[in-house]
């Protein structure tokens, strides 16, 4: 018997007992994700890859494949967004060997088919475990970015100053987000002067250096001024130590005195009122 027809009479036994099979499989599992997901929705997503799987194993339609497996896709996306591990979603489709292995009681000489469809459903559960972790790397880096942009805010101190205070480590990643977010505010506000807090960056090493140089010359280029405020007395050993030159830029030791700067530069002055 070759595979084809092996693969086809699997098929059939599988199409005529679809109820059956769809709903223990369900059972299984709808008690391994523990009531995250409505038995409703489970009993139709699995509806629909079984039927993909049918027309799989039927071998008459050569699209059916790229099909089942996008769903397979869809639904690992789906598990991931909502919490799922990888073993809990790849499970899911395991345990349909087992949904099948109950029923075969009253076909045994369909065995050497059930082990072939077995080895099917390991590769399924595999490209499962697969888009899974895919899905959940590009979940984790989209989280990252936002994380970075939400950790990097852009406040307005006064009229055309506007200061971002940074706290952790400064990479290259989120130096271009610090950079894109002050260059559109900005342009966006028309500020002539912009304050980089760094009281909460704890180190500053070379690299650490080039990034804010970077950020200030991109200001410049826009004509507006940075002032760099917030050095801490060990960071400012280190910059010592290892030789950078921050050149024409000003440094400020407070946000304060920061503000004071730019404001003397844009020449106002702020006083303490007469309480008479």
């Given amino acids: 018997m070759d595979a084809g027809s092996s693969q086809g009479r699997m098929a059939a036994y599988l199409r005529d007992r ?14 391994g994700i523990r009531g995250r997901t409505s038995a409703i929705e489970i009993r139709r997503e699995l509806e629909d890859i079984y039927s993909l799987l049918i027309r799989v194993m039927s071998g008459a339609d050569e699209h059916a494949l790229g099909e089942l497996r996008a769903a397979l896709a869809e639904l690992s996306s ?30 045994t000489e369909l065995i050497p088919e059930y082990l072939a469809f077995s080895r ?14 895919a899905a959940r790397e590009r979940i984790i880096a989209d989280q990252a970015v936002s994380m970075m942009e939400l950790a990097t ?16 480590t400064l990479d290259s990643a989120r130096t271009q987000v610090v ?12 500020a002539d002067h912009a304050v980089l807090d760094i009281t909460g960056v704890p180190t500053v090493d070379t690299e650490v250096a080039q ?31 290892l030789g950078i030159e921050f050149g024409d830029i000003a440094t400020r ?4 005195d920061a503000l004071a700067h730019a404001l003397k530069r844009s020449g106002l002055k702020v006083t303490k009122m007469d309480p008479a």
Wanted: with cysteine.
């Fill in 78 to 107: 789906s598990r991931a967004r909502n919490g799922f591990t990888p073993s809990e979603t790849a499970a899911g489709m395991f345990s349909l060997k087992d949904a099948v292995y109950e029923l075969m009681a009253d076909a």
């Fill in 153 to 168: 805010p852009v406040v307005r101190l006064w009229d055309g100053i506007i200061a971002v205070p940074l706290v952790g």
């Fill in 179 to 190: 950079m894109e977010k002050l260059l559109d505010t900005l342009v966006a506000t028309g």
């Fill in 120 to 133: 099917l459903i390991d590769d399924l559960g595999l490209h499962i475990f697969e888009t899974f972790a």
């Fill in 18 to 31: 679809q109820e059956k099979v769809v709903g223990r499989w369900s059972e299984l599992v709808v008690a």
């Fill in 211 to 241: 990034h804010l140089l970077k950020t200030v010359n991109a200001a410049r280029l826009l004509g507006a001024e940075c002032i760099v405020c917030g050095i801490r007395p060990q960071v400012a050993q280190t910059i010592v130590s």
């Fill in 253 to 256: 030791a407070t946000l304060a």
